[in-house]
């Protein structure tokens, strides 16, 4: 008989499911893992509401996992059953003008784990043994949940490019904020200031390392900053939230010459008031992050390996896969969690 596994599928716009299907078998160049941990991402309630483009359906959720490697298929070497690993969700031809210049994301064929092809939110997932990376025995699988979204703010930091004495204004503490306020200070940021109405989010930015804390909702943000940078700016600007009033914000408080990082999500048909005169007088870098890959998982790994970056700070919630669909769809309006894991059985 097949053997059969419990999955969060999603079978059109707002109709999520959890379902039972058969484990899948990897082919050549394959493995089957095991999934241990599996992170819920805004980006799943994007998807299963109809704002973020996932083509293939009834389609796996879940792009953060963990797992062991339960089998491999032909040519996987020197991957082996019984491996602790993670997997870049990104899978692209290999060929093509972007992959030949480093820059797979924009594959035309790119397909993401999760997104385009079945995904973590499952107890098995075949992966490609290509996109594997094993993990070193000081990183526990429950910790190594945190290297995708890790390795997505690690590529922000990439592009935005912190300097040792930077003054750094992360717009939202949710948990890819909060990533960003480590990052930041590991990068040698002198001060991170980070702008959140919710209060026990607050609290957590400051146990991530943020210096200073603003509540936009009690202090508007350009006035806070005036006292805070000497009525200069901030030199970057990382909105991490994706609504439109913070990317309007962020372009607004950063200072003359500044830098601002376009890293939260807004939906995709979501336009903003933008005065090209602003961009133009004040010399501003803006620029865009949608993802990390190649060298940005080795380098999570290691952060999470060395005990540089706390994923427990972050994750306050870990529930069981039946709870899996009620967890996506209460991302919507329940802001007492900041970060739920999902523990496979």
Known sequence: ????????????????????????????????????????????????KGNFPAPNLPLTLGHEFSGVIAATGEDTDPLAQGDNVVV?????????????RGQKLFCPHVAQLGVHRAGGLAEYVVVPAGNVYVL???LSLDDAAYVEPLACAIHGQDRIGIRSGDRVLII???????????????????TVIVSEPDASRRELAGAM?????????????????????????????????????TYEAAVAVVRRGGR???????PQTATMS??????????????????????????????????????????????????????IQ???TDKSTVKVHIQMP
Do not use: Q
């Open 260 to 266: 601002v990082l376009a890293y939260g999500a807004a």
């Open 136 to 138: 070193p025995e000081s």
């Open 330 to 332: 209460g991302l919507e």
């Open 172 to 190: 939202g503490g949710g948990p890819m904020g909060l990533a960003h306020i480590a990052l930041a200070k590991l990068g040698g940021a002198a």
């Open 88 to 100: 870049d969700i990104n899978i692209a031809c290999g060929r093509c003008y972007f992959c030949r």
């Open 1 to 48: 008989m097949t053997e059969m596994m419990t999955a969060v599928r999603l079978h059109g716009a707002g109709d999520l499911r959890l379902d039972t299907v058969p484990i899948p078998e990897p082919g050549a160049g394959e493995v089957l893992v095991k999934v241990w941990r599996s992170g819920i991402c805004g980006t799943d309630l994007h998807i299963a």
């Open 209 to 245: 390392g943020a210096d200073v804390l603003v509540n936009p909702f009690e202090t508007p943000l350009e006035e806070a900053l005036a006292e805070l940078t000497e009525g200069i700016g901030p030199d970057v600007v990382i909105e991490a939230v994706g609504s439109i009033p």
């Open 274 to 327: 933008l005065r090209p005169f602003d961009i133009y007088s004040k010399e501003l870098t803006i620029v865009g992050s949608y993802a990390g890959t190649y060298d940005t998982w080795p380098r999570a790994i290691a952060l999470l390996a060395e005990g540089r970056f706390t994923p427990s700070i972050i994750v306050d919630s870990i529930r069981p896969l039946a709870e899996a669909v009620e967890a």
